[in-house]
């Protein structure tokens, strides 16, 4: 076959999915338009094709089904939470949702046996004509799409689980009842443990020397440089004048909310740690006084250092104890890094519990890991009472991965030694485009009106990466120039064969996005894991092999918390990992077996003919596109009209298609 020949098909196979592309949005739209109910049954879009010398022969003839995809999802499960932020796009053929996930198809490898009996395939990886494009063919891992929810709150591995499948809906948050007098009610442990992975994800910055530098800038002038010039500037007054003393009393607001909250984390080591030296002091007095006697002499001489009566001493020790008891459990981060809950925690001791400790010292080292490698310094506050000052975690939050039950981290690359002994993974803020496969080109980008500047696509709003500027709010943790600091996110060890898996820290309300699915953009990988993207323009690849963030690691789940929407942001396409609700301590998973690529059935019609055609050097004449439900019945029949695809004589005549539905 010839290259223009092979050109040729190419070009009528993108057609043909371009059409049924095109064509389905609106198949669908009239089906709800009519009533049907397409959430209630699975839809069905079969692909197939029929040989003409069969079709010659009368209506009995062969039909070959190329693959089978469920629609279902596309059409109910994704609308109710994408409705307030996503709007279709015109480069989603359902709708606007998610981009594929792609995986070798699984046609490349079919016998036309198998083919014959139409079963349901895998993704296609895409054509796309990028520079220098080679077939590089990388090792593939399976994925086994038989996750489910189990029923328990906390598994063997300390992750959180659903009760049951139906919670996993996509409705909006239900806004939970406010306690009468939320600042007299106890804390729980879940607000406690929110509490600390609030604060360590937040942007404070606990080091000793915030708070030495606020105290030498007042020291040394008697109050603040910073307050100092701001008022110079006041008395100029004009417009410019009075931002600037804005923008320095909000630095000035800030180092010393900082300073102040790094004294708060200094105040309760000293005063955990105070317990500890009080309990020694007994346990010396022990050796020559009863218990009793030694604890009430250790109390007076307490008593004398702080001038407090007993009762005074004694109402702080109870909470000190609690303190105390937290960092035995839990470890220093688990104590500095408190949120303001800490001493209702500790003084209505609702929850001081065996269980309560032992949840605790299971998160010891996932609070280390994210403290140590987000807040480097924080240790030094521990060099108050002499304590261990050296990190234990170094370098990026994802090079190490979290255990089960108070185990202590591992490097992430040993969790890939079983396949690759050289395994490394640079983490990426950005995707990156592959030069030799784009060169200067970045495939992501769309074709859109900016005489206007940029605006969103979904809320139409203008978007800017100057805050000042921006007003589109649709994902505003990752766009918009207001960007919130780390995500929330640890990479965990599954004990059920999945190797690692994403744990999610903080809670993800529906709708909000938990990340962008960040890699190398690519072309040509196949039998490999890679997200397919498309604009109107390009099919791309995002690999996240070797490079990327996070979102390398979310598993797949038949039940997922989260799914994959697309969105433009200042004109090139991103991909975004929106939560359909996920909640504290759950693994965070997405749906990428059949709902993935379900979604763009242009892309896997595309290649599914190519390869079918090329394979097995068939001559067609009709390709038909079902859908279906248990009720109803519907057949979507795109007729090429006098198409003569004639391979077998290396005779290649096309002519122009319709589509009648
Ligand atoms: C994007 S990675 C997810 C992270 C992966 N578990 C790891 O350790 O790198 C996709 C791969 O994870 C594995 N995987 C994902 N979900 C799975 C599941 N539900 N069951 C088994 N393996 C799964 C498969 O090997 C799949 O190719």
Redesign the pocket.
């Known amino acids: 076959m010839s290259t223009h020949d092979l050109a040729e098909l190419e070009r009528l196979a993108l057609e043909l999915a371009a059409r049924v592309g095109d064509q389905l949005p609106a198949v669908i739209l009239q089906l709800l338009k009519d009533g049907v109910d397409l959430s209630s049954e699975p839809l069905q879009l079969d692909c197939s094709l029929r040989r003409l010398d069969d079709a010659l022969q009368g209506p009995s003839n062969q039909i070959y089904r190329l693959a089978s995809v469920g629609l279902e999802e596309t059409t109910s499960r994704g609308s109710p939470v994408v409705a307030s932020n996503v709007q279709p796009t015109l480069n989603s053929p359902i709708g606007g949702h998610s981009p594929i996930r792609s995986?070798a198809s699984p046609l490349l490898q079919r016998s036309p046996d198998e083919l014959l009996e139409g079963a349901t395939t895998g993704l296609a990886t895409p054509t796309a004509s990028p520079v220098g494009q080679e077939n590089r063919v990388a090792k593939?891992?399976?994925?086994?799409?038989?996750?489910r929810v189990s029923t328990s709150s906390f598994d063997e591995d300390g992750i959180i689980t659903r009760q049951s499948s139906n919670e996993r809906s996509v409705s909006l948050p239900r806004k939970k009842r406010l306690p009468d007098n939320p600042a007299l009610q106890p804390s729980t442990l879940d607000k406690y443990i929110g509490g600390v992975w609030d604060s360590i994800y937040s942007s404070i910055k606990l080091d000793p020397t915030e708070v030495i530098e606020q105290w030498q800038a007042i020291e040394s002038s008697g109050q603040p440089r910073l307050l100092i010039d701001t008022e110079r500037e006041m008395a100029v007054h004009h417009e410019s004048a009075v931002q600037g003393v804005f923008g320095r009393m909000s630095i000035l607001t800030r180092k010393v909310s900082q300073a102040s909250r790094t004294c708060r984390s200094l105040e309760v080591i000293v005063q955990a740690h105070w317990v500890r030296c009080f309990e020694d002091r007994v346990a010396d007095l022990g050796t020559s006084l009863t218990r009793e006697k030694a604890k009430k002499q250790t109390i007076a001489e307490a008593c004398l250092n702080f001038s407090w009566s007993e009762k005074e001493l004694r109402n702080k020790m109870a909470i000190w104890k609690g303190y105390h008891d937290i960092m035995e459990s839990g470890g220093w981060a688990a104590l500095v890094f408190a949120g303001a809950g800490l001493y209702r925690f500790c003084k209505y001791r609702v929850s001081f519990t065996e269980e309560t400790f032992a949840t605790l010292q299971m998160l010891r080292h996932r609070f280390e890991v994210a403290a140590d490698t987000l807040h480097p310094r924080w240790r030094q506050l521990l060099g108050i009472i002499g304590g261990p000052t050296e990190r234990k975690y170094n370098g990026h939050p994802h090079d190490h991965v979290v255990c089960g039950a108070s185990n202590e981290a591992i490097p992430l690359p040993i969790?890939?030694h079983q396949w690759d002994k050289h395994f490394a993974y640079e983490h990426l803020d950005e995707s990156m485009i592959d030069e030799e496969v784009w060169g200067e080109y970045d495939p992501r980008l769309v074709t859109m009106d900016t005489s206007d500047g940029h605006k969103c696509q979904q809320c139409h709003e203008p978007q800017s990466d100057d805050p000042r500027d921006n007003r589109c709010q649709c994902y505003p943790n990752l766009y918009g120039g207001t960007k919130a600091g780390a995500t929330p996110v640890q990479v965990y060890r599954?004990s059920?064969?999945?190797?690692?898996?994403l744990l999610a820290c903080c809670a993800f309300e529906p709708g909000s996005a938990v990340g962008e699915f960040v890699g190398q953009i690519t072309s040509g990988l196949q039998n490999i894991?890679v997200m397919v993207g498309q604009t109107d323009k390009a099919v791309y690849q995002i690999w996240?092999g070797r490079k990327g963030n996070f979102t390398?690691?979310?598993?797949?789940?038949c039940q997922p918390n989260s799914q994959y929407e697309r969105f433009v942001w200042l004109g090139t396409q991103r991909i975004v990992l929106m939560s359909m609700g996920i909640e504290a301590g759950e693994e965070i998973?997405v749906d990428?077996s059949e709902s993935y690529w379900k979604v763009s059935v242009f892309c896997f019609l595309e290649r599914a003919l190519l390869t079918f055609l090329l394979d097995y050097r068939i001559w067609t004449k009709s390709v038909f596109v079902d859908t279906r439900s248990a009720d109803i019945e519907m057949e979507i029949e795109i007729v090429i009209c006098s198409v003569q695809l004639l391979i077998a004589n290396d005779n290649l005549v096309t002519s122009k298609s319709s589509i009648n539905t």
């Not at 059920?496 to 898996?501: L, V």
């Not at 390398?552 to 789940?557: C, D, E, K, P």
């Open positions: 995986r593939s891992r399976k994925a086994n799409t038989g996750l969790t890939y599954t059920n064969g999945k190797n690692n898996g894991d996240q390398r690691f979310v598993n797949h789940s998973t990428y």
